[in-house]
């Protein structure tokens, strides 16, 4: 396995000692800006490769943060560690009653950051509006086809309709760009990635088709059955002329293909199995019971809540989630042999 492989840095000698101050770093000279918060682990969807039909046993109310201590560590994350963008996820964000609150309360923070959610989009028809208001720039929607048998097939929902209703109240208002994430089924997934590329461009939404990792309740993953990039971008290459789009990639995940020649029109890959992307990640992650994890697949957590809870102050707060961030690995380490899957699912760690 060669270290570009596992998507290591290319700064391989750690940095000396952790900052007190100053941006969120880890030992490879990642910066941390990027902060995905879980509001919830509750799904109104059972989608198969994330949750068994039944449901998972939910966290209890008490172990969720509340509205205030979310907002402090938000407060704490912007405007002392350096997060320039805070997406909210779930399980299902809009299930959570007070989100716009916490919208509001998040763009309230000088500097403000940007503000997404990523959602199913089963509230998001009712819920556009007043989340524009409240302060949200823009969403990001799941939605694995528009085939409506496959959709109920894989969600265990008949939903679409309200799906795509969604999507055209986020438009509607103003929560540009829209983003449509895609997971695709190993059977049908290749036709679905054409069909999902077509609506999108038809609608003026943006495609990010993401590789199934191995984050299920189930543990059911296995490598070699998921599609992966070059499946996908093969299928596309069949109906459209897809070429590399020129702006610098950054951290965004997705790597960016231009459609038939259009600037405006563009379709994201984010293979975060088969080419992995951990060199350039920003990203640091919060969980809905106040658990700050270093990367996706993390292993282990540092109980922000515990803090919160027995009178630490944000001086202690802050230094707890450096240390967290400082200690993250090179690479996910999901093409590693003795590769481990994190105990909590996606829907419990959040997107």
Request: charged fraction near 25%; proline fraction near 5%; include cysteine.
């Amino acid at each position: 396995m060669t270290v570009i492989g596992l998507g290591f840095p290319t700064v391989q000698r750690p940095l000396a000692g952790m900052p007190t101050a100053g941006p969120l770093v880890d030992t490879f000279g990642r910066v941390a800006t990027d902060l995905r918060v879980s509001l919830t682990d509750r799904c109104n969807l059972r989608c198969t490769y994330c949750m068994p039909a039944e449901g998972l046993d939910w966290l209890p109310g008490d172990e969720l943060l509340s509205s205030e201590e979310l907002a402090r560590l938000l407060r704490i994350a912007v405007t002392k560690l350096g997060v320039t963008s805070v997406r909210f996820t779930g399980g299902e964000p809009l299930v959570v009653r007070h989100l716009d609150e916490v919208v509001a309360a998040t763009a309230a923070l000088r500097p403000r950051p940007e503000i997404a959610v990523t959602t199913n989009g089963l509230g998001l028809g009712r819920r556009a509006e007043q989340l524009k208001r409240a302060g949200l720039d823009r969403v990001n929607v799941s939605l694995d086809t528009v085939d409506r048998a496959r959709f109920a097939a894989i969600t265990r929902r008949d939903r679409l309709d309200d799906v795509l209703t969604g999507l055209a109240a986020a438009k509607a208002a103003g929560l540009t760009p829209v983003k449509v994430n895609a997971v695709l089924d190993p059977v049908a997934g290749r036709d679905d990635a054409v069909a999902l590329l077509r609506f999108c461009l038809e609608n003026g939404y943006q495609l990010r088709i993401i590789e199934q990792m191995p984050l299920d309740a189930e543990h059911r993953w296995r490598r070699g059955e998921a599609l992966e990039a070059d499946d996908v971008l093969t299928a596309l290459r069949r109906e459209f002329t897809l070429t590399p789009d020129p702006t610098p990639r950054g951290s965004a995940p997705a790597q960016l293909w231009r459609v038939d020649g259009r600037h405006d029109a563009t379709v994201g890959i984010i293979a975060s199995v088969s080419k992995a992307f951990c060199a350039a990640c920003d990203r640091t992650r919060l969980t809905a019971d106040g658990q700050v994890r270093n990367c996706l697949f993390a292993t282990t957590e540092t109980d922000l809540r515990r803090l919160l809870r027995s009178g630490a102050d944000d001086d202690a707060l802050e230094q707890a989630w450096r240390t967290a961030m400082w200690a993250k690995a090179a690479g996910h380490g999901i093409n590693d042999p003795d590769f481990v899957q994190p105990d909590r699912p996606m829907s419990a760690i959040g997107g």
